[in-house]
Nanobody, 123 residues
Framework: QVQLVESGGGLVQAGGSLRLSCEAS????????MGWFRQAPGKERVFVAG????????EYADSVKGRFTISRDNRKDTAYLQMNSLKPEDTAVYFC????????????????WGQGTQVTVSS
């Protein structure tokens, strides 16, 4: 069974940093693009960042450009989201998702999902 497990969420002050991890199992990790999405209370789930299977193509939502960095280590079957200069509006549940080869902005195009990790940024 395919599993994606997020970790690294928590409570931080504005301006602080967190690194989220997404550990995959049950799939050939190097064949899958990975994406990060987030969902705040009362809001729809939105795209945050994506990375292609080979790690050479990345994209970010405008709201996080220059602050967040997505990366992956295919030897460890793990994707990461480094979040710097965090703002209260970054508060959300962050989800890791997988899709064959190329990232997508649409959550409907991802085949596998983790259960999410809470990120809370205080002012």
């Amino acid at each position: 069974q395919v599993q994606l497990v997020e970790s690294g969420g928590g409570l931080v002050q504005a301006g602080g940093s967190l690194r989220l991890s997404c550990e995959a199992s049950g799939l050939t990790f190097g064949n899958y693009a990975m994406g990060w999405f987030r969902q705040a209370p009362g809001k729809e789930r939105v795209f945050v960042a994506g990375i292609n299977a080979n790690g050479r193509g990345v994209e970010y939502a405008d709201s996080v450009k220059g602050r967040f960095t997505i990366s992956r280590d295919n030897r460890k079957d793990t994707a990461y989201l480094q979040m710097n200069s965090l703002k209260p509006e970054d508060t959300a549940v962050y989800f890791c998702a997988g899709r064959t080869y190329f990232y997508s902005y649409s959550s409907r195009e991802y085949q596998y999902w983790g259960q999410g990790t809470q990120v809370t940024v205080s002012s």
